[in-house]
């Protein structure tokens, strides 16, 4: 076992790869993994996108239990073997957790009838971890690795990734200014290409250079909801990470990562332009009694999908910020889990989303409106603009390793291949350790 592995990103998927490697007696010191955000000492609450254990595994303490949700994982390896990686990766959160008796799964099975009239609610076990825990459970986690020797360099971006020279270059010390920034080089004999969204347009570049086989994606578009949690407490009480979901001939909606009790909307920047997201905080003091989620629109047939969503969300900025509106002129933009608003232009008319999104935007009206005869809230909720998924096309890989079609010890996993969710990026991460082992 004596072959140098290059892990690009230390999100989930990438630190559970190398837990996987290192459990079965690979030699910590022959593993780098290299992210452009901090690690967990020194990686601040609000750093979302970059750092150890990615977005996810920092704000996100939901697992989502079933291969019908975030990804294609059960394509690669059949309906046992993934859900047997799922299990894998709930297991190392309970490990690395400070207090794992904590942790539960909800499971509900029975949709109830007041949603069925405007509605389908994808009912899925979920693990709860606990977002509050899962800033330990980060420090724990990367002490057992570096105690196995593997090697972290933080606040490093990667630049180029050479396939024939088998090297991957990077500049350090992102934070310090030019010239004081340096620059270095890995050499690699299996790389493990593990990027979070922030990194999705380094996956394209390399794509792009590479001709690499392509299979494209849907765009994942929408905005992010809020309402005072009582509207909706008659459903989280049946499933708390609820999911209702709206079908049309090319045109699908669900709501996304639901968030509840001390609930928070999150501001992401990729590429330059801000999304918003959302996660929760356990504890009293945090508690707000808010409830907030995605409501994304997965649309079909759009020529080069990628490109539409970065130009679509391009025109919803203004003044170096997304948009925020509310029915009521009373609600303002809420405050982060840090206490200071959530960074958001409020706008008084919808006219500027309808034109940006065309008639797409209609669905997600209709889906409110919908929602609105169910839960009752009245004009008592807000919408952030726009929340995306970019799904970058996907590249086609062997689905034995998951490894590149033309380079067989290259490896795209978590949001470069497409994965949705925690559970699943960090599955195709421990499929790709797996089969390193299995044949070293």
């Given at each position: 076992?004596?072959?140098?592995?290059v892990i690009v990103g230390a999100g989930v998927?990438?630190?559970?790869?190398?837990?996987?490697?290192?459990?079965?007696?690979?030699?910590?010191?022959?593993?780098?993994?290299?992210?452009?955000?901090?690690?967990?000492?020194?990686?601040?609450?609000?750093?979302?996108?970059?750092?150890?254990?990615?977005?996810?595994?920092?704000?996100?303490?939901?697992?989502?239990?079933?291969?019908?949700?975030?990804?294609?994982?059960?394509?690669?390896?059949?309906?046992?073997?993934?859900?047997?990686?799922?299990?894998?990766?709930?297991?190392?959160?309970?490990?690395?957790?400070?207090?794992?008796?904590?942790?539960?799964?909800?499971?509900?099975?029975?949709?109830?009838?007041?949603?069925?009239?405007?509605?389908?609610?994808?009912?899925?076990?979920?693990?709860?971890?606990?977002?509050?825990?899962?800033?330990?459970?980060?420090?724990?986690?990367?002490?057992?690795?570096?105690?196995?020797?593997?090697?972290?360099?933080?606040?490093?971006?990667?630049?180029?990734?050479?396939?024939?020279?088998?090297?991957?270059?990077?500049?350090?010390?992102?934070?310090?200014?030019?010239?004081?920034?340096?620059?270095?080089?890995?050499?690699?004999?299996?790389?493990?290409?593990?990027?979070?969204?922030?990194?999705?347009?380094?996956?394209?570049?390399?794509?792009?250079?590479?001709?690499?086989?392509?299979e494209p994606k849907s765009v994942q578009i929408?905005?992010?909801?809020?309402?005072?949690?009582?509207?909706?407490?008659?459903?989280?009480?049946?499933?708390?990470?609820?999911?209702?979901?709206?079908?049309?001939?090319?045109?699908?909606?669900?709501?996304?990562?639901?968030?509840?009790?001390?609930?928070?909307?999150?501001?992401?920047?990729?590429?330059?332009?801000?999304?918003?997201?959302?996660?929760?905080?356990?504890?009293?003091?945090?508690?707000?009694?808010?409830?907030?989620?995605?409501?994304?629109?997965?649309?079909?047939?759009?020529?080069?999908?990628?490109?539409?969503?970065?130009?679509?969300?391009?025109?919803?900025?203004?003044?170096?910020?997304?948009?925020?509106?509310?029915?009521?002129?009373?609600?303002?933009?809420?405050?982060?889990?840090?206490?200071?608003?959530?960074?958001?232009?409020?706008?008084?008319?919808?006219?500027?989303?309808?034109?940006?999104?065309?008639?797409?935007?209609?669905?997600?009206?209709?889906?409110?409106?919908?929602?609105?005869?169910?839960?009752?809230?009245?004009?008592?909720?807000?919408?952030?603009?726009?929340?995306?998924?970019?799904?970058?096309?996907?590249p086609l890989t062997n689905h034995s390793d998951?490894?590149?079609?033309?380079?067989?010890?290259?490896?795209?996993?978590?949001?470069?291949?497409?994965?949705?969710?925690?559970?699943?990026?960090?599955?195709?991460?421990?499929?790709?350790?797996?089969?390193?082992?299995?044949?070293?």
């Amino acid at each position: 076992m004596d072959k140098k592995i290059v892990i690009v990103g230390a999100g989930v998927a990438g630190i559970n790869a190398a837990t996987k490697l290192v459990d079965n007696g690979y030699d910590g010191s022959l593993i780098t993994i290299i992210d452009k955000g901090n690690d967990p000492h020194n990686r601040l609450p609000e750093e979302v996108m970059t750092g150890m254990l990615g977005a996810g595994g920092w704000s996100d303490g939901k697992l989502t239990y079933h291969t019908a949700i975030g990804g294609q994982l059960s394509k690669y390896c059949g309906e046992d073997k993934a859900m047997e990686l799922m299990d894998q990766v709930i297991s190392n959160f309970r490990r690395f957790h400070p207090k794992p008796e904590e942790i539960f799964c909800s499971d509900p099975v029975a949709e109830p009838d007041f949603i069925k009239p405007y509605f389908g609610l994808r009912l899925f076990p979920v693990w709860h971890i606990g977002s509050n825990y899962l800033h330990e459970i980060a420090k724990a986690w990367y002490q057992y690795l570096v105690d196995k020797g593997v090697k972290f360099t933080w606040n490093t971006e990667v630049t180029k990734i050479d396939f024939k020279e088998q090297s991957v270059e990077f500049k350090i010390d992102l934070k310090m200014p030019f010239p004081n920034k340096s620059y270095g080089y890995e050499f690699y004999d299996e790389l493990i290409f593990a990027v979070g969204k922030s990194g999705i347009d380094f996956a394209q570049q390399i794509s792009d250079d590479y001709k690499l086989p392509t299979e494209p994606k849907s765009v994942q578009i929408g905005v992010r909801f809020e309402a005072p949690q009582k509207y909706f407490q008659k459903l989280i009480d049946i499933s708390y990470d609820f999911k209702l979901y709206q079908k049309f001939d090319n045109v699908s909606l669900r709501s996304f990562c639901t968030n509840n009790n001390a609930a928070y909307v999150a501001v992401e920047e990729t590429y330059g332009d801000v999304t918003y997201n959302g996660h929760a905080k356990k504890g009293e003091q945090f508690r707000n009694d808010m409830t907030n989620f995605g409501i994304l629109m997965e649309i079909k047939g759009i020529e080069d999908p990628f490109k539409w969503s970065r130009d679509v969300v391009q025109k919803l900025q203004s003044e170096g910020t997304g948009l925020y509106f509310s029915p009521a002129r009373t609600r303002i933009p809420a405050l982060t889990s840090e206490g200071t608003t959530v960074n958001a232009t409020q706008i008084d008319y919808l006219d500027t989303v309808r034109n940006t999104m065309g008639k797409y935007f209609t669905y997600i009206e209709d889906f409110i409106n919908d929602m609105n005869k169910v839960f009752e809230f009245g004009d008592d909720w807000g919408i952030y603009i726009p929340e995306c998924k970019y799904a970058a096309p996907e590249p086609l890989t062997n689905h034995s390793d998951l490894s590149l079609v033309e380079y067989p010890n290259i490896y795209f996993v978590g949001d470069a291949l497409s994965a949705r969710g925690i559970t699943v990026s960090g599955a195709q991460a421990i499929y790709v350790a797996e089969n390193i082992l299995s044949k070293i």
